[in-house]
């Protein structure tokens, strides 16, 4: 089953403001042929760490680094090999490799 999908970030309700949920994005999203199971178990809690005052820097729980993100923009996550690996992108431009 292939894990390649599009997902939007939704901000966690968190007090700190600096946890995020990654998860399915609205209804035209993500194209038809991601099935939705795939999407259902992807979704998952991870923490910004300030690097910058517009970038952060995403972890997962277990504190590995991921990628970079840019928070001014609205931005996607494209599943690409498995759980926890991550491409950000805003739509049709991908900020970070």
Same mark, same amino acid.
């Given at each position: 089953?292939? %894990? ?15 946890? #995020? +949920? ?5 209804? /035209? ?6 099935? #939705?199971?795939? /999407? ?7 923490? %910004?760490?300030? +690097?910058?005052?517009? $970038? ?6 277990? +504190? ?7 928070k001014?923009?609205? %931005? +996607?996550?494209?599943?690409? $090999?498995?759980?926890g ?7 049709n431009?991908? #900020?970070? $490799?």
């Open positions: 089953m292939s %894990l390649k999908g599009r997902y939007i970030i939704h901000p966690k309700d968190a007090s700190d403001g600096k946890s #995020l +949920v990654i998860g399915p994005a609205p209804p /035209i999203y993500p194209p038809p042929d991601v099935p #939705l199971i795939v /999407i259902n178990n992807m979704i998952a809690n991870w923490n %910004l760490v300030p +690097v910058e005052s517009t $970038t952060y820097k995403v972890f997962s729980a277990m +504190v590995k680094a991921y990628k970079w993100i840019n001014r923009d609205t %931005l +996607v996550a494209s599943a690409t $090999t498995g759980p690996d991550f491409r950000f992108e805003k739509v431009e991908v #900020l970070y $490799t």
